[in-house]
């Protein structure tokens, strides 16, 4: 089996809160490009991911050679055959960004091949996991903070996590201290 082609999507673009931690704006909108990996013998991995059109033209331009012809069950070949075509674009950012949604729709094609969730492929042994509520939410006021950690015990999370960060301690101590 072989990768034949890598198709993605325009970019979709979701209106959303603005968001900040205590290093980031995370804007108003969130940007989506659906991925897919197609493969010689039908079989075709789906991914949703964070990007925008530089991930796009990045994938195309700059993974997409790298990928394309490559067997999809070797997907650790195809990692570093990424990561190295890419390394002098940096660790972060649209690179890492691209090179991951490629890698999760390889891993989405060797479930399908292998009949299994991915989670098993690597490993995971749990049917369930715990979760939390959380936010990106440094931007909030106290109050606001409050009903959203209020409404995330509300919905049954067993467990919350805020942000802090401020260069003022004493405002992530007033967080802090608002829910207790």
């Known amino acids: 089996m072989k990768i034949t082609d890598i198709k993605l999507t325009d970019p979709i673009f979701l209106p959303w809160k603005l968001q900040t931690d205590s290093i980031n704006n995370l804007g108003t909108s969130f940007t989506y490009t659906f991925c897919q990996v197609l493969t010689d013998e039908g079989i075709t991995g789906f991914v ?33 055959k990424m990561y190295w075509a890419s390394f002098n674009n940096g660790r972060r950012g649209a690179s890492m960004i691209a090179l991951s949604i490629i890698d999760n729709a390889v891993w989405d094609i060797k ?10 492929l690597l490993g995971g042994f749990q049917d369930a996991v715990n979760s939390y509520g959380s936010g990106i939410n440094l931007n909030l006021t106290n109050e606001q903070l409050v009903k959203q ?32």
């Open 111 to 120: 479930g399908k091949i292998t009949g299994q969730p991915v989670h098993k």
């Open 48 to 80: 949703p991911g964070r990007g925008d059109t530089v991930s796009r033209g990045f994938i195309e331009e700059v993974l997409k050679p790298y990928v394309v012809g490559e067997d999809p069950m070797n997907n650790e070949r195809i990692w570093s």
């Open 149 to 180: 950690m209020t409404d995330f015990v509300k919905d049954g999370f067993k467990a919350v996590k805020m942000k802090i960060g401020n260069r003022d301690k004493k405002l992530d101590l007033e967080r802090i201290r608002s829910l207790e």
